[in-house]
């Protein structure tokens, strides 16, 4: 009998071969030991998808997964993500979004969609409580995330259907492109692509089920107390209501770790002209919040005047201002409102898409790439049209855009000629808009995290914050196990990032276990807890070991190991190798992984209840 709060207690699975689908329990045992979202992800992936199967083929699957949190009134219970194989990395993935569709998956009854198999023709899938129909998708075949979620509100006149649509990117399998609910954008590691290869264009989902917590005026005492913690704090309080993450945008310039130029510099000289303060003064109309959230981090803008004029955009976001603005050199907040507003039509991650234009740009300018190779586009630094019209390339797959497509690191290896130092990319993905060089906890969080060139698994605040000294060693092994322990629990909560700073910026707390506690009734121990984290990181890695990746693959991108930063606040500062191989044996101790090889050793597994990986891993 089912009796933990916060959950639907079912998963849904999408059969997109033979256009059937089923549902089974979601198990007590999984809920306790995994908790949702990120562990939800992790544990089906592992059972269910062999190991070095094509990440575009029709063996690999995708998990939509919330958290027990989502459909509560708890703050930033509007998030929800997706897992799979990366057709970037060919490692685990897992990418978040906002919004509202986490929730309505559970108003429908279900914690995990899997969708699995590949139809023989383009289909949507339209999820009402407990009616599954699957649907013919020719007539939106091509048609953009925007253009989509319309049509299908129109056809199936449902206006409060929550709908996660691929673009023509996802269609053309671009292997960074993303899936999009609403205005937002589950962005990262290609899952677009992997939901293109089934022919999957959409799901459509409206619920009318309740989400149930044990206590419910205990609930509200807690979740009170946190939305006040919300609005008394700085940071949630003032600087992202005002400014949203564009703010961030000012402070790394000033601290002289924002990425310019590919990451030729981390200093740039027109940032006053992309800031947060100057998005606000010239392009904000609205702020916006997602389901359930006080912070109210979201800008709506419009653009007014200039070649861009007409563009409505939900952002930009700090990382597509750093991506399309000081990455490319290009100091225009219109035209950067236009590039995002371009990649979610499209359907492309904003970082990814940024960075491996701002690949191609280096390579241009070294004489790497000649004008005829780049289809006639001047792609020097700073050519805003051109960012624009190679955008859309790389969307569509045309041209120099099908070879951009493939991500920066393959389009290195086929292009040579040096190209390889200049593609900045982490296990194969695009590097985030924070500096490894310049954060040195942050640095070997990044080398050794699940997904490679995430910001989202060690964190980048407290060292840019100064809660931690970004520049010494000492103590940065631990930095780096606390705060992906800490965001491996947010993420199977389903929780903002926007909120570390109430719940821990280096460790789980208390806070994570009060909320867990009070929508579940688990009455767990931070101990519990903490074991629930390890778990999950242990079982990501585990996926990734049984596809190949050992230690010598914990590594950052080669700019960064290789040239220091040469100007400004953080002058001389990188990551030499031989200082990430020291950090590194630190760490594996910690993680209780065997240093030679980076693989969690037998008893690690074993202590936290892996036992089919510790089979898997020591045959």
Not at 273 to 278: F, L, Q, R, T, V
Not at 431 to 453: I, V
Request: net charge neutral.
């Amino acid at each position: 009998m089912w009796t933990y709060g916060g959950y639907a207690g079912r998963i849904l699975r999408l059969d997109m071969t033979n256009w059937k689908s089923s549902t089974t329990p979601l198990t007590k045992e999984m809920a306790r030991l995994f908790l949702g979202g990120n562990g939800f992800g992790a544990k089906i992936l592992y059972d269910e998808v062999k190991p070095g199967i094509d990440p575009l083929g029709p063996e690999n699957k995708y998990v939509f997964a919330a958290g027990p949190i989502q459909g509560t009134m708890v703050p930033t219970a509007g998030r929800s993500g997706v897992f799979t194989k990366s057709p970037l990395t060919g490692y685990f993935f897992d990418a978040y979004g906002g919004g509202s569709f986490g929730p309505e998956m559970k108003y429908a009854g279900y914690d995990a969609i899997v969708v699995e198999g590949r139809s023989e023709k383009p289909a949507y899938v339209k999820v009402f409580d407990d009616n599954v129909e699957f649907k013919d998708a020719s007539h939106i075949w091509g048609k953009s995330t925007y253009e989509t979620q319309e049509i299908l509100r129109k056809d199936l006149a449902e206006p409060k259907a929550q709908i996660a649509c691929i673009g023509p990117a996802g269609e053309r399998l671009v292997r960074f492109a993303c899936t999009i609910w609403g205005a937002r954008a589950a962005g990262r590691g290609g899952n677009g692509a992997v939901l293109g290869s089934k022919r999957f264009k959409a799901i459509v989902v409206r619920g009318t089920k309740d989400v149930e917590v044990p206590d419910v005026e205990e609930f509200l005492r807690v979740v009170s107390d946190q939305y006040n913690r919300i609005k008394a704090n700085p940071g949630t309080g003032k600087a992202l209501p005002t400014l949203g993450t564009p703010g961030v945008t000012t402070t790394n310039n000033q601290l002289g770790i924002l990425g310019t130029r590919n990451w030729q510099s981390e200093v740039f000289e027109e940032v006053e002209k992309i800031s947060g303060e100057a998005m606000r003064s010239r392009l904000v109309v609205r702020d916006k919040g997602c389901m359930a959230c006080p912070i109210y981090c979201t800008k709506l803008t419009y653009v007014k005047t200039g070649p861009y004029a007409g563009t409505f955009d939900e952002g930009p976001e700090y990382e597509t201002i750093f991506a399309f603005g000081s990455n490319c050199g290009v100091a225009s907040l219109e035209m950067i409102a236009r590039a995002d507003r371009m990649s979610d039509e499209l359907g492309v991650d904003t970082i990814s898409a940024g960075a491996v234009i701002s690949f191609a740009m280096e390579c241009y300018e070294k004489g790497i790439l000649s004008k005829q190779e780049t289809d006639g586009l001047d792609l020097r630094f700073g050519n805003d049209a051109a960012l624009i019209q190679l955008l859309e390339k790389i969307g569509r797959r045309e041209g120099i855009g099908d070879l951009l497509a493939e991500g920066a690191a393959r389009a290195a290896a086929k292009i040579g000629k040096g190209s390889e130092l200049y593609a900045v990319t982490i296990k194969g993905l695009e590097n985030a808009g924070h500096s490894p060089r310049g954060m040195k906890g942050y640095c070997l969080g990044m080398a050794t995290g699940t997904r490679g060139g995430s910001h989202q698994d060690a964190r980048p605040t407290a060292e840019r914050i100064g809660k931690s000294d970004r520049k010494i060693l000492e103590g940065k092994p631990e930095y780096a196990v606390g705060t992906q322990s800490a965001t491996t629990i947010q993420d199977s909560m389903c929780v903002c990032r926007m909120t570390e700073g109430i719940y821990g910026l280096m460790e789980i707390t208390n806070e994570h276990l009060n909320i867990v506690n009070v929508v579940t009734g688990m009455n767990l121990t931070l101990p519990e807890l903490v074991d629930i984290s390890d778990r999950i990181w242990n079982l990501e890695r585990s996926f990734n070991c049984r596809e190949g990746h050992r230690r010598e693959h914990d590594v950052q991108a080669k700019r960064f190991m290789k040239e220091p930063i040469p100007e400004g606040p953080s002058k001389g500062m990188y990551m030499p190798p031989e200082e990430l191989e020291m950090l590194k044996d630190k760490y594996y101790d910690l993680r209780g992984w065997d240093k030679k090889t980076g693989i969690p050793t037998k008893e690690t597994l074993q202590r936290l209840g892996l036992t089919q990986q510790a089979k898997d891993l020591y045959k």
